[in-house]
Each structure stands twice: as C-alpha cells, then as structure tokens.
C-alpha cells in the first residue's frame, strides 16, 4: 500500500468496480449502493486512494439516533426521553491486499474527525457503529466503544471520548 494516501468524498470516477474486501456486502455496496446513496443524501462516503488511482478503503456516514432505553443505565443520567442525536458508521472496510497494515484505524479515526468537524450549531452525542458481524466486534472496543444492551454489533462511544480517540 502506498504512504501517500488521498482521502477523499466518493465520486463518479472513482474505480469502485475493483475494490474487493473480506466481506463481499461490503464491497458490493461500494460498488453498487454508496454513490447514489451519496446523491440522494441517505449516507456519505469517503475512499482512501493510492496515488495510481485504486481505492484501497472506505466508510460512510450518517446521521442516527439513541434513546435512553437502548443505552446503559450509567449513560442516561441527564439524558432527554427523547431521542439523542449521534453519527452512525455505518460502513468501513479496506481493501484484502492491504488488510491489517493500518489502514482500517487510520479511516476510524479519520470518521470520528469528519464527525468532530460538523459546524458547531449541530451537535450530536453519540458515534455509533454498525459492526458487519461479530468477528469485527474487537477492533473497535480495542478503541473504547462498548455494544448496545441488547444489540452486540451496535457500537457506541460518547462525543468526550470520541474527541479524546483521535488525539491518538
Ligand atoms: C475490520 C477492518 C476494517 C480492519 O482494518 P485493518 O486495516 O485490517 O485494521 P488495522 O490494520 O488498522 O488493525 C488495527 C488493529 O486491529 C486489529 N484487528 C484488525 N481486524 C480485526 C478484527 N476483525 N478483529 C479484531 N481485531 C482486529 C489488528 O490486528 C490490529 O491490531 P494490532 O495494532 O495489535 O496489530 C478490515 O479488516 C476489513 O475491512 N475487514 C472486512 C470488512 C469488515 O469487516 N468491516 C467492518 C465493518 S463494520
């Protein structure tokens, strides 16, 4: 894998036919779903590109929601009845020939900052994350997020500790 990285907002020239992952889903929604999803406004995604021109990772992004009910009881202590606001990633993978070279924790962290990064005036609590299954399950609590009750691939992590991860 090159060093020299572009991480940038999917777009239509980008050659998503090729990236292939451990989990075919996962490449198929690059393949087939993120960019109109992208379009219409449901998910944004960011690619990792090597400087030939090949995509070698990707997430997506969007707005979610937690209530006090899904959460543990130490995290609802002031907590609103209503819905709390959160960012979900809701996808990530990289591509096989370069899994387990860094390249996964440098795009979490890279989500928590595109997280971080939404203006002030929008706040949201909550980085949630959709683990694929449950082998993927300790790469992230390796980083501190803890499973929803109830829901052992839905991942959470508070704002406080989200901007603590990426000074890492
Ligand atoms: C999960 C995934 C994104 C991790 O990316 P990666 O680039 O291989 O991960 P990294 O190289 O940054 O690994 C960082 C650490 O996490 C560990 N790790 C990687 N994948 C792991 C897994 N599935 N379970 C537990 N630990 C894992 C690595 O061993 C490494 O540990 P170390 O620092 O002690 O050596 C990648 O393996 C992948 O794309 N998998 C297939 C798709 C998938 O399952 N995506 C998850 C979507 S929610």
């Avoid at 809701?90 to 996964?104: E, Q, S």
């Avoid at 795009?107 to 949630?128: N, T, Y």
Wanted: glycine share 8%; charged share 20%.
């Amino acid at each position: 894998m090159s060093d020299d990285l572009r991480f940038e907002p999917l777009n239509s020239t980008h050659p998503v036919a090729a990236f292939v992952c451990s989990k075919p889903p996962l490449h198929d929604y690059l393949r087939k779903h993120a960019l109109q999803n992208s379009a219409t406004g449901y998910s944004g995604t960011m690619v990792a590109v090597e400087p030939a021109g090949r995509i070698v990772g990707y997430f997506s992004l969007c707005p979610v929601s937690v209530t006090c009910a899904e959460l543990p009881s130490e995290e609802v202590k002031g907590m609103p009845k209503y819905p709390v606001p959160g960012v979900l990633l809701a996808k990530m993978a990289v591509h096989i020939d370069v899994a387990g070279k860094g390249l996964g924790t440098r795009l979490l962290l890279l989500a928590m900052r595109e997280a971080l990064a939404i203006p002030p005036s929008i706040k949201w609590r909550f980085f949630v994350v959709d683990a694929f299954d449950a082998e993927v399950v300790p790469f992230y609590t390796r980083f501190g997020f803890k499973a929803l009750p109830g829901n052992p691939l839905r991942l959470y992590m508070g704002v406080k500790m989200v901007t603590k991860a990426v000074q890492i």
